[in-house]
């Protein structure tokens, strides 16, 4: 019997035909699709969720082809081998991708649950403009021989749409490395196929082990939450995985005050731990997801901060070729003298602390 995710993965929804069942497909939604040459879709469960008539929705925007990827002015040409120092003098396999010295990003898979239309590895999963060769065997060879690694990032397209059986056999290989503390997998699917966490997924991943594997997902909106995604991230917590949320920030879909915060607390109510908000990569096509630079940080001090609990507020990123950069400035020191600070909270009152010389 083929198993549920299985199926939703076979019947993805990937032509104007399919998407026609569950939306009513705009102009300009058609016109982009007809057009544009990129890989595009979804599962059928997350097409369910989309909005039927309004080409607005939040989710109908991460999934569905925009002729504004054509727009270019901000994005960087040959982003991914910059970002992901592919042009260095370090011998690396395709799959490995390295910006610190104790841990990597390993790729291992090209295909995903999503293909998400402001994804900053647009170039290869999506557009499949930029060719690489992730052989499986040849990185865990090199992350083998590199010692200072401590930290492995099972990414791709979508490590979790392997089969079971060859996940165990990646995660028992870095496993056995004597110097791998930890693996972080990346994957979407808990938001966009939450029916893959199935009991053969838990058996392969999870367990009570000294290297311990961590996910963390992608969600943008909460309208992306639903009781699936609360009881696939439950089963996951009860094999022994931590699961934490990467959002992106992206214009028109959660930049508002409102959404913002009500994204980061049913994250929280679903067990999800925020943990990054991301500013949109300098990848090519993406411009229309854009905002100024500074309104991660506004969303964060006028949703989250000081609004609710401080487990909800996220940090606020920019990945680069040198490592994630934090892009928030410090709103609450108002003043300082050679005796006191002054700080202000959430609400604009403020109090007085005294400078301690060193």
Not at 21 to 29: A, F, H, L, R
Not at 251 to 271: A, S
Not at 273 to 283: K, S
């Amino acid at each position: 019997m083929v198993e549920e995710w299985v199926e939703q993965m076979q019947h993805q929804v990937n032509t104007l035909k399919k998407l026609g069942e569950y939306i009513n497909v705009s102009d300009d939604e058609r016109k982009a699709i007809e057009t544009l040459k990129t890989k595009w879709g979804t599962s059928p469960y997350f097409a369910s969720l989309m909005d039927k008539d309004d080409p607005n929705c939040p989710i109908r925007k991460q999934v569905i082809p925009s002729m504004n990827e054509q727009v270019n002015k901000y994005g960087m040409e040959n982003y991914l081998v910059w970002k992901e120092n592919r042009a260095t003098e370090e011998v690396r396999p395709d799959s490995i991708a390295r910006q610190y010295h104790d841990r990597i990003a390993f790729t291992v898979v090209q295909v995903c649950g999503i293909y998400c239309r402001h994804c900053f590895r647009k170039e290869l999963v999506v557009d499949q403009d930029l060719q690489l060769s992730f052989d499986v065997e040849e990185g865990l060879a090199w992350i083998a021989e590199h010692k200072e690694i401590r930290d492995v990032l099972i990414t791709g397209g979508d490590p979790l749409l392997l089969p079971d059986e060859k996940l165990e056999y990646l995660i028992s290989k870095l496993r056995e490395m004597p110097h791998i503390q930890m693996i972080r997998i990346g994957s979407r699917l808990p938001i966009v196929l939450p029916h893959r966490i199935t009991e053969g997924l838990k058996k392969a991943i999870g367990g009570f082990h000294k290297v311990p594997v961590w996910i963390n997902t992608q969600c943008n909106h909460p309208k992306e939450i639903t009781e699936k995604t609360a009881k696939a991230v439950y089963e996951l917590m009860s094999c022994g995985i931590n699961v934490g949320n990467q959002a992106v920030l992206l214009k028109g879909i959660n930049d508002d005050v409102e959404t913002f915060r009500e994204l980061h607390q049913k994250l929280l109510r679903t067990r999800i731990r925020p943990y990054y908000v991301f500013y949109c990569e300098p990848a090519p096509g993406i411009d229309h997801f854009r905002t100024p630079v500074e309104k991660g940080a506004e969303l964060i001090r006028d949703a989250i901060r000081g609004h609710t609990t401080g487990l909800a507020q996220p940090m606020y990123v920019l990945a680069t070729k040198i490592g994630k950069i934090p892009l928030m400035p410090d709103y609450y020191i108002v003043d300082k003298n050679e005796t006191e600070y002054t700080l202000r909270n959430y609400k604009g009152e403020t109090t007085k602390i005294p400078n301690i010389p060193e």
